[in-house]
């Protein structure tokens, strides 16, 4: 799996997520830096698929090796924004600590750093969020989502809605697991 080359040479920052590292994508085709988190390296480790994953577990230590792939832990400055953009969005707990780590890489290099920032995932969640902080993403393979989605949670039976923290948790009236849905 390769992407395509950016036009923009050594001045963009590409950041990935872990179904990105997954799909077997050739750092050596890429221009610029490649970032990413400790806890997105440990999920492509994850030990039921390890032995699947052998090779690109190779892979990226070869590009951590070259200087390629740079793996840092974020400071936790922007993780209050991440979590006010995430409960407007209605993902707040649809993005897991790894993603919303992610996110805190990519506002900390976009901050810091005077290249052009570039996420890659297929998580629709982590797009969501980072279109609502203007943060520039690109999905692999998939689509990726058109537009940013404002979700609301609810009760499917009772209908009433929840704080989006209430997501999958139970029902005060009911005791259904409340879902999500698009706002009205």
């Known amino acids: 799996m390769t992407l395509q080359k950016s036009n923009k040479k050594n001045n963009e920052i590409l950041i990935f997520d872990t179904n990105i590292f997954l799909m077997g994508v050739d750092f050596n ?3 610029g830096i490649i970032y990413t988190t400790d806890n997105i390296i440990e999920e492509v480790k994850v030990e039921r698929y390890l032995n699947k994953n052998r090779n690109i577990i190779n892979r990226i230590q070869a590009a951590i090796d070259s200087g390629k792939l740079k793996v ?6 922007y993780v209050s924004k ?3 953009s995430s409960k407007i969005t209605g993902d707040y707990n649809a993005l897991s600590n790894p993603d919303k ?17 570039l996420v890659y995932t297929n998580d629709y969640s ?9 943060i520039p993403f690109s999905p692999l393979i998939r689509k990726g989502i058109k537009s940013k989605i404002l979700w609301e949670v609810y009760c499917p039976h009772c209908e009433d809605i929840h704080n ?3 997501l999958n948790k139970p029902c005060e009236k ?11």
């Open 164 to 166: 989006v923290e209430e």
């Open 174 to 184: 009911c005791g259904l697991k409340l879902k999500r849905r698009p706002k009205k």
């Open 29 to 31: 085709l890429l221009e």
């Open 101 to 117: 780590e992610l996110i805190d890489l990519a506002l900390e290099l976009k901050f810091t750093r005077n290249k052009n920032i």
């Open 82 to 84: 991440i979590d006010k």
């Open 72 to 77: 840092r832990t974020p400071l936790k400055t």
């Open 126 to 134: 982590m797009q969501n969020v980072c279109s609502e902080m203007q």
